[in-house]
């Protein structure tokens, strides 16, 4: 079974407007952690927000936002004030445990394009 | 910030060579690094992971002998395709985490294109 779902392809928005890229995950883990990396055509993998199951606010980061949904097992990202720079793949990944011995899964990604 | 890199970030090579390529931690040890597999268009896919001074753990479908990995300093990992062809054509990335960085820190390096002609 698919631990990171990402049900959304793609997705346009418009500049300046606001966009929900959905995730949800699969574990029965009680301790995870929750990661959203943004992959540019170049290939690098940018990190933009972590969420760790016990956290108990949204993880925030500048325009980014994490909807932290825990019962829903759901981690969706909210990007505000969309810029064209935007426009590049959206990975959703999850790490079962909190010690850094065990990997990231990814989702199958969303490519967001950013529209002027 | 703490920094992965990768060398080569391209090659490109003839069908039945080998090619190496290195995962650096530039300012940080990492006892474990991840290796993954992109395929155009996809996601990534963990390959195997990489444990200083001990065999790596690879994951279901990988070939070890075809992907051999050596971690042989808490600052280097290698992945070495051996005798590749063109279905190994890929995006190969690594990652690594601060043993001592919280949770969400968790380094990529840049990438290696490898092209198998």
């Known amino acids: 079974a698919q631990k990171i779902t990402q049900t959304q392809p793609g997705m346009f928005v418009q500049e300046k407007e606001a966009v929900t890229l959905d995730c949800t995950y699969d574990t029965s883990d009680q301790s995870y952690g929750l990661f959203w990396y943004k992959q540019p055509s170049s290939g690098e993998m940018i990190f933009l927000i972590y969420?760790?199951?016990?956290?108990?606010q949204n993880a925030t980061e500048g325009r980014y936002s994490l909807n932290f949904q825990k019962a829903r097992k759901s981690a969706n990202l909210v990007i505000s004030a969309s810029q064209l720079g935007d426009s590049a793949m959206y990975f959703c990944a999850m790490r079962e445990g909190l010690s850094g011995n065990t990997p990231l899964v990814f989702g199958k990604g969303t490519r967001l394009s950013v529209i002027a | 910030g703490a920094v992965v890199s990768q060398h080569p970030s391209w090659v490109i090579c003839k069908s039945g060579t080998s090619v190496k390529i290195e995962c650096r931690s530039l300012?940080?040890?990492?006892?474990?690094m991840f290796w993954y597999r992109q395929f155009p268009k996809q996601s990534l896919m963990l390959m195997a992971t990489?444990?200083?001074?001990?065999?790596?753990?690879?994951e279901q479908g990988v070939e070890k002998d075809k992907f051999l990995i050596n971690h042989a300093s808490l600052t280097l990992s290698t992945l070495t395709v051996t005798s590749a062809h063109p279905e190994d054509s890929s995006f190969y990335i690594c990652s690594a985490r601060m043993p001592s960085g919280t949770p969400g820190e968790q380094y990529f390096g840049p990438g290696t294109r490898l092209t198998v002609t």
């Open positions: 300012d940080f040890q990492a006892t474990t």
């Open positions: 969420q760790g199951s016990y956290d108990e």
């Open positions: 990489s444990n200083e001074g001990s065999k790596a753990t690879y």
